[in-house]
């Protein structure tokens, strides 16, 4: 048996696990010529230091928007840090486009009804714009059970729909609850799957819930003069809430109110009264890119190469949103430390950079690295996927926003191969990732139910063979002018992601209170980023030095076949 020292893992007692001949086996498994990537060597991980000055720099740059100076800061970061650790041939796949931007000045964007101002949380991305007279207009109150028949020209005030009651339909079931999962560390500290989870106990289901209901369509496809959108959430978790899924360019400006804010206002807006909306934007041409470059491998610039993707976007709006390049980062870092000729293969990096730009990936979808070069499939054996380490879990209570106490839920994702699930079990337990979700999306649960369905730039890995509905791709379904309900999700034409079916593990925090730019270094936990960095640089060894045929990944029927994924699917509308 091997002796594992994790001291560095835990804050107050140096824990020692016996590994028994199971693990022994996978670790002889991935010796070549006498070189054995486990253990971990620990003077090559990134340590705490180390992780909270890469940190630093995105905490420095909030917002951190594609084409912003704060986006050129962090990617400027980066770019240096991967050369200094070996990186060749990077390049820079850009283009332009038109950026909506505004200042993070409060006095850019507000709100007065009826002659008396109203605190704003925050302000509507991509919504139009106003010089700093405003738009002035009669108020309109958009009941969803009952919406006016016309919006045009009128400030329409929607505040956002109540969670639906039971039977709760497969879509909210899949993206709004806990789901099945093959394994997790702490289990007994998640709520029960497939129930409502209450915002006094962790609201990060609830406020993606209200995010994922894209209000700000209602004042677009209405011609409104400008929206007014009320979520019921206290201010705290209101403020610097950024809209997702991020819009394409409308004419509407759209202003963000939290609940108790929001309540006079609606209350206004039931008696038709008047309000000035002010959002002092501009757009201007700016340049987006994404980065690729390559840690070479032993067979690097040869027929003979084989390439492992590490990926991720590096747009969004805070500390964790998204910081999982400093993820892939130390993945690098610590193979750096291998000799090219014991590097069974080369480490590719693609940072995308859509994710928060106008209309998202979809939008740009043309100007894609790997849409431009269909022949990289021939190389790419593998993939990894870092994204939002270091996330803790809060809660609203009476008004107010409290730490649980616990690690934000987060899933560690893998292709249906039970050496990949095995090894990714084995990984979870040596760095005491806690809550982390081991989700195998391709195959059922345990019991028999729909795994948390894999999202995020990492579902490029999945297989093209189960992703064919030409109507769809992985954030939206064009839907029938006649239906109310989504289509279902099938999977996609490839369109927007190259779907590459190769073996991968990939990473992801929930974001909870995360998807706001005021959740900075403050909110960020450096002891989980780097278990979640060490649990990724472990599962990268697997794809660096496992046989293809051992990891090949079993092509069924997917756990969500039926079942739709799309993160900016309308949700339940109750009859």
Known sequence: YYILNIHMFNINKPIFIVIIPIVLISLVSCSKDNFSFLPLNEQWIVNEKEATRWSMVKHNNLPTLTGSIEWKNYMNFLENEFKKYGVVDIHRNAWEFDKWTISEDPSNWTLSVDGNDVRVAYYGAYSGKTDLDGVTA?????DHDNPPSDIKDKIVVIPTRKHPSKPY??????NFTYNEYEYVLDGDTLPEPFEFVDPEVSFTFDIWYQLAQRLDQIPEDGEAA?????????????KGLYTFPVPDHYDSPTLILSREDGAGVIEASKEKKEATIVLNSKIEKSEAYQLIGYLPGKDYGTDKDEQIILTNHTDGPSITQDNGALGILGIIKYFSNIPQEKRDRTLLIYLD??????????????????KKNPNLKDKVVGLIQAEHLGEMDYKEVNGEVLPTGYTEQSYLWTRNNDYLIESAKNALDRYGWSRGMLSVPERPGPNGNIQQVWWGVGIIALANELRDNEDCDEYSCDESLNSNSPLVWNGSSCEVWTCLNVPAYGQGGFLGYYWNKYSDISKWNSELFIQQTSTMIDLTGVLMY???????????????????????APIDIEE
């Open 138 to 142: 009669e108020l309109i109150y958009y």
């Open 546 to 568: 496992s046989d293809l045929e051992k990891i090949k990944p079993i092509l069924g029927d997917q756990s969500f076949r039926n079942t739709d994924m799309s993160i900016a």
């Open 226 to 238: 400008g929206a007014v959108i009320v979520y019921d959430m206290a201010y705290d978790r209101t």
């Open 169 to 174: 339909s497969t879509n909210y079931l899949t």
């Open 353 to 370: 950079c859509r994710h928060y730009m106008p209309g998202m990936e979809q939008a740009h979808k043309d100007v894609s690295w790997l």
